[in-house]
């Protein structure tokens, strides 16, 4: 992923921005796409609170909770 387009890589530098972009997309998904296959999925699993999906806890996937991070604020990615 880092090594350049010229190479066959896809030219990313800086991976925690790149991966925070990502994750901060799944959020704003979330927002918008209530009806969407994933948010379902997701409350099926962890549940609803308040409107958004809970966090999950200690057994929800490492996915899951640096989204719910970015959600809620916070910066953390790759388990808390």
């Known amino acids: 992923m880092c090594d350049s387009k010229e190479v066959g890589g896809l030219g990313v530098r800086k ?15 979330m927002l918008v ?3 969407g296959l994933w948010y379902r999925m997701l409350v099926a699993r962890y549940g609803q609170e308040g409107g958004m999906v809970r966090e999950g806890g200690r057994w929800s996937s490492i996915w899951w909770r640096d989204v719910a991070s970015i959600r809620d604020g916070g910066g953390g990615v ?3």
């Open 15 to 29: 991976m925690r921005e790149f991966n925070l972009a990502l994750l901060d997309k799944w959020c704003w998904r």
């Open 33 to 35: 796409e209530r009806e």
């Open 78 to 80: 790759g388990g808390g």
